[in-house]
């Protein structure tokens, strides 16, 4: 597991729909309301499409190889 994808709750304004779940491209990202994204772990590639995308750095790809302090 080198690479993980996490939401930053805190980030997330939470009071809007979120533009990041179209950038999916496997449709891994949901959202119920306005509420944060949830995070299908079992579709999620860590393309690191969403977290590029959030303009607010509430969804965040971890790369754990680059990281390992
Ligand atoms: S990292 Fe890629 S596959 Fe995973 S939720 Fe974000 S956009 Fe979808």
Redesign the pocket.
Known sequence: MEKE?KIIIENCPQNHKCPAIK????G??SQEGFSAPK?DYI?????????NFCPKGA?V?IDYSKNNK
Not at 23 to 26: K, Q, R
Not at 43 to 51: A, L, T
């Open positions: 994808l950038t999916c491209p496997v891994a990202l995070i579709k999620c590639i860590k393309c690191g499409k969403c977290s969804l790809l």
